[in-house]
């Protein structure tokens, strides 16, 4: 296997409550995985490790970008002089939490609850998101310079094609909050979309989705992953979704990884089942 | 069925207005120190606002009243916008421009006091709508920057020959690094933390500026330098070595050029920061802002860097807020600490809240109003305190988001 991800014995502890207990696996790269698991199982906090809101106790965190290879823990602890961060950003990410420099490198999510910028536009939305690609300080953009310009024009152009893959053209001057339920997820995808990620992790993307919605989603994931070169790690519980869409599966059960493989392995693992269903011997 | 609800309202309102009435009305002092009641006033008093809520909650149930409240009620979550300050339209600007220069010269000292002290105000409004309009930090100690470049000026003016042109970049740069100064122990506070922290900030400024009496001149104040044009001054005698302007033209002695010149350039600093600041809004650090204030969480899922971004609001911020110092300064000839109370923060905040957050026409116009009716209500002045509350409560009910909301830059669809 060719991994976008290799999570190596990662633990993490709430005062005395193991949320992840020695947590090892690898995500394969252009293909759609899913991370599933009863509540609580840990999956949220697993995602929160891997794009840079928890720092892991111990335990190595491997982005295998396409141009190269980063240990996401090491970012988010360095010490006061990280060779690859500088000492700006090192001393930031120690005082202040690091967890945008992981979007630079190629990490992007969506949350569970919805987070979009509710009282700005669907295209505010988007270009939010390519913040820092867009060229230029205060100066170039208060004089409109060439570079600013294109850049700006470019960042358009991106956020456009995202509406127009999503089906949000039409609402582009809306306010997000305007949005339906439906939409605003899909804005959140696009968003995260827009800042051109490796790996994108999703949060429970069909959580209060109609059947339909939850359908034409199923369909943009699919053409989204077999179209640009892109890494999905999403957190699912609609099953019915999971063993459609994904093409490798991670179980987490109380912070411990039970099963890894295909979706057919995945449905016939004893474990699993026990899991979800509870075993035949209480 | 109405008619019985309206009674019971209006009893228990009728028991509850006598018992608050009778010890505040119903006992008069004779002359001889002691009491006399004088039990008619309350009761009458208490009748009236029995049958006035009668009427009032009566009134509530009738068809029309209802769709009334309904609107009252009903907050409006789309924007507004006025239609005709359009950018499309450009002449009105043009006009207003033109106004704006023109008007010095038809006012009075008074007046001419007065607008430059709107100006001023207007100044500020902008600088603290970048803070909490678009950034979304609570700052409830916006008037130390404010008290900063104000005494930049004086200070810089009395130990290093500072001179007004000097004095507002160096005013400017010195208000933004205090503002990264107050940015950093702040930045992992949110809402009420953050505004309690900003308010001792503001206290600081003050205190400092009142108890260090060696540099400061403490309540006693520091004369401001004055003013020059190309080694020209606006006095009746050459005070700094230059050649007094109406000597130099051949005029008589006036104040009100001082007071034209000091209009004219806050006007022209008051256009620029407008234009900047519109054009901030639809740029990559405004929309860090705004964003900033929606979502923290969000912005750093974005690769956005929110240290940097909340830094930037602060230090632009403070950046508006000093140079309104030194026109302050300048304008008053004369600046002491009591000039820089929490009442000025308030009513810096009570203009942005007024005017609609982060809308800078709305801020713009809150700041002239708030400016020019206590000026209107000179008689009343004892009363000034509340109806400025009166008309936030009403501006809360009625427009919540303040008088014009935000316009949003239009983006056309996809090709």
């Given at each position: 296997m060719n991994p976008i991800l290799r999570v190596e014995n990662s633990s993490i502890e709430f005062g005395g409550i193991v949320a992840l207990n020695q947590v090892h696996f690898q995500i394969p790269r252009n293909q759609i995985s899913a991370l599933i698991g009863p509540n609580g199982a840990g999956k949220t906090t697993l995602f929160n490790c891997v794009t840079g809101f928890y720092r892991p106790r111990n335990g190595k965190i491997f982005l295998h970008g396409a141009r190269q290879t980063s240990e996401l823990c090491g970012l988010l602890n360095p010490g006061w002089l990280s060779r690859d961060l500088g000492w700006l950003q090192s001393l930031q990410a120690r005082f202040f939490g690091g967890s945008h420099v992981l979007n630079h490198l190629g990490v992007a999510r969506t949350f569970q609850n919805i987070r979009l910028f509710q009282q700005m536009s669907v295209m505010e939305n988007l270009l939010v998101a390519q913040h820092t690609k867009l060229k230029g300080n205060l100066f170039s953009g208060l004089f409109n310079t060439k570079a600013y310009v294109n850049s700006e024009r470019t960042a358009l152009e991106i956020a456009r094609y995202w509406l127009d893959f999503f089906e949000l053209s039409p609402y582009l001057n809306k306010l997000a909050a305007e949005l339906s339920y439906g939409q605003q997820r899909r804005l959140e995808i696009a968003r995260a979309l827009c800042t051109r990620p490796q790996l994108l992790c999703l949060d429970e993307p069909a959580a209060g989705l109609n059947p339909q919605e939850t359908a034409d989603l199923s369909r943009l994931l699919q053409r989204l992953c077999a179209q640009s070169q892109l890494s999905i790690l999403l957190i699912e519980h609609d099953m019915r979704l999971v063993m459609e869409i994904s093409q490798h599966i991670i179980v987490l059960d109380h912070g411990e990884v039970i099963a890894i493989g295909t979706p057919t392995q995945i449905q016939q693992h004893p474990q699993v089942l026990a899991a979800y269903l509870g075993t035949e011997y209480g | 069925m109405h008619l019985k609800h309206a009674l019971k309202d209006a009893l228990l309102v009728g028991v509850l207005a006598l018992l608050l009435f009778l010890p505040m009305t119903g006992i008069a002092l004779a002359e001889n120190y002691s009491f006399n009641a004088r039990l008619h006033v309350p009761f009458l008093l208490a009748g009236m606002v029995m049958l006035g809520r009668f009427i009032f909650s009566y009134a509530l149930h009738t068809y029309h009243s209802r769709?009334?409240?309904?609107?009252?009620?009903?907050?409006?979550?789309?924007?507004?916008?006025?239609?005709?300050?359009?950018?499309?339209?450009?002449?009105?600007?043009?006009?207003?421009?033109?106004?704006?220069?023109?008007?010095?010269?038809?006012?009075?000292?008074?007046?001419?006091?007065?607008?430059?002290?709107?100006?001023?105000?207007?100044?500020?409004?902008?600088?603290?709508?970048?803070?909490?309009?678009?950034?979304?930090?609570?700052?409830?100690?916006?008037?130390?920057?404010?008290?900063?470049?104000?005494?930049?000026?004086?200070?810089?003016?009395?130990?290093?020959?500072?001179?007004?042109?000097?004095?507002?970049?160096?005013?400017?740069?010195?208000?933004?690094?205090?503002?990264?100064?107050?940015?950093?122990?702040?930045?992992?506070?949110?809402?009420?933390?953050?505004?309690?922290?900003?308010?001792?900030?503001?206290?600081?400024?003050?205190?400092?500026?009142?108890?260090?009496?060696?540099?400061?001149?403490?309540?006693?104040?520091?004369?401001?330098?004055?003013?020059?044009?190309?080694?020209?001054?606006?006095?009746?005698?050459?005070?700094?070595?230059?050649?007094?302007?109406?000597?130099?033209?051949?005029?008589?002695?006036?104040?009100?050029?001082?007071?034209?010149?000091?209009?004219?350039?806050?006007?022209?600093?008051?256009?620029?920061?407008?234009?900047?600041?519109?054009?901030?809004?639809?740029?990559?650090?405004?929309?860090?802002?705004?964003?900033?204030?929606?979502?923290?969480?969000?912005?750093?899922?974005?690769?956005?860097?929110?240290?940097?971004?909340?830094?930037?609001?602060?230090?632009?911020?403070?950046?508006?807020?000093?140079?309104?110092?030194?026109?302050?300064?300048?304008?008053?000839?004369?600046?002491?600490?009591?000039?820089?109370?929490?009442?000025?923060?308030?009513?810096?905040?009570?203009?942005?809240?007024?005017?609609?957050?982060?809308?800078?026409?709305?801020?713009?116009?809150?700041?002239?109003?708030?400016?020019?009716?206590?000026?209107?209500?000179?008689?009343?002045?004892?009363?000034?305190?509340?109806?400025?509350?009166?008309?936030?409560?009403?501006?809360?009910?009625?427009?919540?988001?303040?008088?014009?909301?935000?316009?949003?830059?239009q983006f056309e669809g996809a090709a």
């Open positions: - | 769709q009334w409240v309904k609107r009252l009620i009903h907050r409006e979550d789309r924007p507004r916008f006025i239609p005709w300050v359009r950018p499309q339209r450009r002449w009105i600007l043009l006009i207003l421009f033109i106004f704006g220069l023109v008007l010095p010269f038809t006012l009075s000292n008074y007046g001419l006091n007065t607008a430059i002290l709107a100006l001023i105000y207007v100044l500020l409004g902008l600088g603290l709508n970048i803070v909490v309009g678009l950034a979304g930090l609570l700052d409830l100690g916006f008037v130390a920057f404010y008290a900063v470049g104000a005494y930049t000026f004086a200070l810089g003016g009395q130990y290093f020959g500072l001179g007004f042109w000097g004095a507002i970049p160096v005013a400017a740069a010195i208000a933004a690094l205090c503002g990264v100064l107050l940015g950093f122990p702040v930045l992992r506070l949110h809402g009420d933390y953050l505004a309690i922290v900003t308010l001792g900030f503001g206290e600081i400024i003050r205190l400092i500026l009142t108890n260090w009496i060696e540099v400061t001149g403490g309540p006693n104040g520091v004369q401001v330098p004055t003013l020059q044009i190309f080694g020209f001054e606006f006095t009746r005698i050459a005070k700094a070595g230059g050649v007094p302007i109406h000597e130099y033209l051949g005029v008589a002695y006036s104040t009100a050029y001082r007071y034209w010149f000091l209009y004219l350039v806050l006007f022209l600093v008051v256009c620029a920061m407008i234009f900047i600041l519109n054009r901030l809004r639809s740029l990559p650090i405004g929309r860090a802002w705004e964003a900033l204030r929606e979502d923290e969480i969000a912005c750093r899922s974005l690769g956005i860097n929110p240290v940097t971004v909340k830094l930037s609001a602060f230090s632009m911020g403070a950046m508006v807020g000093g140079v309104a110092g030194v026109f302050f300064a300048a304008q008053q000839g004369f600046i002491n600490p009591t000039s820089f109370t929490f009442f000025e923060s308030a009513l810096i905040l009570a203009i942005v809240v007024l005017g609609g957050m982060g809308s800078t026409l709305g801020v713009v116009l809150a700041a002239i109003v708030l400016t020019l009716l206590p000026e209107v209500l000179r008689e009343f002045s004892q009363y000034r305190i509340v109806l400025f509350g009166g008309l936030m409560v009403l501006m809360m009910v009625w427009r919540p988001r303040g008088f014009i909301s935000l316009q949003r830059r």
